[in-house]
């Protein structure tokens, strides 16, 4: 079974550039989740999607930062513009649903360097 | 407020030598709980994880979990590592009425002496 694929699984950009990362969740999972972890800290989750409709995006920065999820398959994530505590690593994760034996299925994540 | 504390930030160990990672959650409603593992370059893989019955956890790789709710605790154990063991460990908590959204803890990175 092929995992999350993820890409690109690195970029560097300058301070108010846009980037763009997409992700592709494992087949037939319809839970796709997006987290962004800064060094020496655990992930935080900046939005989930259940399908195409979004669950929770409490936590997006909305002025910078965007998401799809179109045909409730691929997704992704926008920041326009960057900033220098953008710098992290923004990791897609998938599930199956929200049910009680789901598990969360990692990319390898993209390390994003805002210089 | 929800929380989750791996209280060390570092540990090292000698290869062969038994293992236990701390985890302490604060949750108002009964958690389920998870431990994944991240090597350098890599994403999230998880090793064990609790939703109910036995609390006593077996996950990949030799590694097991004890769910104490006496202790909001579910420290994470391995009799003997082995050098490819070093990475760093997440504990994270969720529950059905957040939708399973899952809180982490800040990860404790282990190191392992040769």
């Known amino acids: 079974e092929a995992g999350v694929a993820q890409s690109p699984r690195y970029k560097i950009i300058e301070k108010r550039q846009s980037v763009a990362f997409w992700c592709n969740p494992i087949?037939?999972?319809?839970?796709l989740y997006w987290y962004q972890q800064i060094l020496g800290q655990g992930p935080k989750l900046l939005i989930q999607?259940?399908?195409?409709?979004?669950?929770?995006d409490s936590q997006l920065p909305k002025d910078r930062f965007s998401a799809e999820r179109l045909k409730g398959v691929d997704s992704t994530l926008k920041i326009q513009p960057a900033k220098l505590e953008d710098s992290a690593v923004y990791l897609c994760?998938?599930?199956?649903?929200?049910?009680?034996?789901?598990?969360?299925?990692f990319g390898p994540g993209t390390r994003l360097t805002v210089l | 407020a929800q929380s989750v504390t791996q209280p060390d930030i570092h540990i090292t160990v000698s290869e062969g030598a038994s293992l236990e990672l701390r985890c302490n959650y604060s949750?108002?409603?009964?958690?389920?709980l998870f431990w994944y593992v991240q090597s350098p370059g890599q994403g999230l893989q998880l090793l064990l994880k609790?939703?109910?019955?036995d609390t006593l956890v077996q996950g990949i790789k030799g590694f097991e979990a004890e769910f104490k709710r006496s202790q909001s605790s579910f420290n994470l154990r391995k009799p003997s590592v082995h050098w490819s063991d070093a990475a760093e460990y997440f504990c994270?908590?969720?529950?059905?009425?957040?939708?399973?959204?899952?809180?982490w803890g800040a990860g404790t990175k282990l190191i392992i002496k040769p």
């Open positions: 994760a998938s599930s199956i649903g929200t049910g009680d034996a789901d598990t969360q299925y």
């Open positions: 087949s037939g999972h319809a839970t």
């Open positions: 999607f259940q399908n195409n409709g979004v669950v929770d």
């Open positions: 949750y108002g409603a009964t958690p389920y």
């Open positions: 609790y939703f109910s019955g």
């Open positions: 994270a908590v969720g529950a059905r009425h957040s939708n399973y959204q899952l809180i």
